[in-house]
């Protein structure tokens, strides 16, 4: 019996596959490790918690500062977790990565589905941006060195962030992010909706269409790395080539590599995270901390 194609080559259940953690061996020891890497840089790093950067409770950021006595850049990490979930202290480990090298972290919360709509994250995650430029020097940071992380669901909302038609209505420089670390994300919505994810996320026609970066490239834009891992689903993967591939031929920066043996959990703690790796060596040289 021919399968029913309902995106690329895949059918209902190829689709639902893509969208989960179930390809991950070993998953509860992959996150045990995420958070014990999360837990090592909070003690290692002088840091402040649950800074406000904008109203409501999820308006929060962490903060970790570096000891070099001169400003340096701001790295601000956005997290995943299907825009439905996860935290900010989860992720610590963005610290141990970028403040030994003379950055300033700031890992942040925001608000999730379905308390809120897609559009009121990214609302969240400008305001955060916007914070920073405004604050970040009284954190140890340069407003004028932002660079922007973001993992799964929060490489999409970079992807967004990216576009420089926001930041006037903020009273922001067009190129307030001078660049971007997207990894393992999502940039055409469209397979979420046909796969389990249509439900909880809820996502309306008209949100697809407005939210699928892939489909709204901006014209000019600070240059982005693109990175997916070797091990994660064929969906993933294709995303993200397929943003890269848009991007130069739209005459956008950018810089793809694919982590070989990196699943969607491992490819922050063994490539993002990891001093040595090409990818940390990659978001080193963007924020100019590396040759």
């Known amino acids: 019996m021919a399968k029913d194609i309902i995106w690329r080559n895949l059918d ?3 689709v639902d596959a893509q969208f ?7 998953l509860p020891g992959e996150q045990k490790r995420r958070l014990d890497a999360a837990g090592a840089a909070r003690a290692a790093h002088r840091h402040v918690c649950r800074v406000p950067y904008g109203p409501g409770p999820e308006a929060k950021m962490d903060i970790f500062y570096h000891d070099t006595g001169k400003p340096g850049p701001i790295h601000m990490f956005i997290h995943g977790g299907f825009w439905m979930g996860m935290d900010a202290t989860t992720f610590s480990f963005a610290a141990a990565a970028f403040v030994p090298f003379g950055a300033t972290v700031a890992v942040i919360d925001y608000p999730v589905i379905p308390n809120v709509r897609m559009g ?74 046909l796969s389990f994810q249509r439900d909880p996320l809820g996502l309306t026609a008209a949100e697809v269409v407005k939210f699928s970066s892939l489909n709204h490239l901006p014209k000019k834009a600070g240059p982005m790395i693109m990175t997916v891992g ?11 080539l397929d943003y890269a591939k848009a991007w130069r ?30 990818l940390h060596n990659a978001a080193l040289r963007q924020m100019g901390l590396a040759k």
């Not at 067009?174 to 999502?186: E, F, L, N, T, Y």
């Not at 070797?230 to 993200?240: K, S």
């Open 20 to 26: 989960t953690l179930d390809t991950v061996v070993d």
């Open 249 to 278: 031929e739209a005459g956008l920066k950018e810089e793809t590599i694919v982590v070989a043996q990196a699943n969607h959990i491992s490819i922050l703690t063994d490539g993002y995270a990891t001093h040595g790796a090409a």
């Open 12 to 14: 209902k259940a190829g």
């Open 230 to 240: 070797g091990f994660e689903t064929q969906e993933f993967v294709d995303q993200t």
């Open 120 to 193: 009121d994250i990214f609302e969240h995650v400008k305001q955060a941006i916007a914070f920073l430029y405004k604050h970040g020097a009284e954190h140890g940071g340069d407003p004028n060195r932002i660079f922007v992380a973001g993992h799964s669901a929060g490489a999409h909302m970079l992807s967004l962030a990216m576009d420089p038609t926001w930041q006037a209505g903020m009273g922001l420089p067009a190129d307030v992010v001078k660049g971007g670390c997207a990894i393992s994300g999502v940039y055409d919505l469209t397979p979420l909706t």
